[in-house]
T-cell receptor
Framework: DAGITQSPRHKVTETGTPVTLRCHQTENHRYMYWYRQDPGHGLRLIHYSYGVKDTDKGEVSDGYSVSRSKTEDFLLTLESATSSQTSVYFC??????????FGPGTRLLVL | DQQVKQNSPSLSVQEGRISILNCDYTNSMFDYFLWYKKYPAEGPTFLISISSIKDKNEDGRFTVFLNKSAKHLSLHIVPSQPGDSAVYFC?????????FGQGTELSVKP
């Protein structure tokens, strides 16, 4: 498995507050991804990165931003958290954009 | 527009029997397909893949079949074990990304 960690693993926050989730990898993979998993929707791509400072939107990017200043770190920011952003968030990495390796996930509850 | 669909949200199978998980797709340009397995409170893990130029790929108890004319793939698990109980996702690649199905929750009963 790629060495992928996510922090925090659990977070409870209030509506309207900003939240930042961190993904850290030790495999020097070029590609990094943020997904959310919700019942009935499977895994939906929020944003992804194909290199340092190179990012693009996924299918559910509204309300989220990302940054990648180093190969190993990919940050996901909820600019103003809403209850609809309560979810489980997964980070993934890939060497060349094919098989992805996932982190353990972050459970976020927005009250 | 869902390019990858798993129409069965759940499947229950007796231990020792065959589990068949299905996946349909609409995009004929997928070069390969992947299956992921996810246990509760863990991230998905890669299970098996198949190239679009093949119609079968086998790895131990797991076999994936691809029917390009029907745009359908299936994952067979034989024999099923209680430890196979998990959510299974199929996915196809597109421009450096993966398009996932909604997932099927498999429950293998002892």
């Amino acid at each position: 498995d790629a060495g992928i960690t996510q922090s925090p693993r659990h977070k409870v926050t209030e509506t309207g507050t900003p939240v930042t989730l961190r993904c850290h990898q030790t495999e020097n993979h070029r590609y990094m991804y943020w997904y959310r998993q919700d019942p009935g929707h499977g895994l939906r791509l929020i944003h992804y990165s194909y290199g340092v400072k190179d990012t693009d939107k996924g299918e559910v990017s509204d309300g989220y931003s990302v940054s990648r200043s180093k190969t190993e770190d990919f940050l996901l920011t909820l600019e103003s958290a809403t209850s609809s952003q309560t979810s489980v968030y997964f980070c993934a990495t890939a060497f060349g954009g094919e098989t992805q390796y996932f982190g353990p996930g972050t459970r976020l509850l927005v009250l | 527009d869902q390019q990858v669909k798993q129409n069965s949200p759940s499947l229950s199978v007796q231990e020792g029997r065959i589990s068949i998980l299905n996946c349909d797709y609409t995009n004929s340009m997928f070069d390969y397909f992947l299956w992921y397995k996810k246990y509760p409170a863990e991230g998905p893990t890669f299970l098996i893949s198949i190239s679009s130029i093949k119609d079968k790929n086998e790895d131990g108890r797991f076999t994936v079949f691809l029917n390009k004319s029907a745009k359908h793939l299936s994952l067979h698990i034989v024999p099923s074990q209680p430890g196979d109980s998990a959510v299974y996702f199929c996915a196809g690649p597109q421009g450096g990304k993966l398009i996932f199905g909604q997932g099927t929750e498999l429950s293998v009963k002892p």
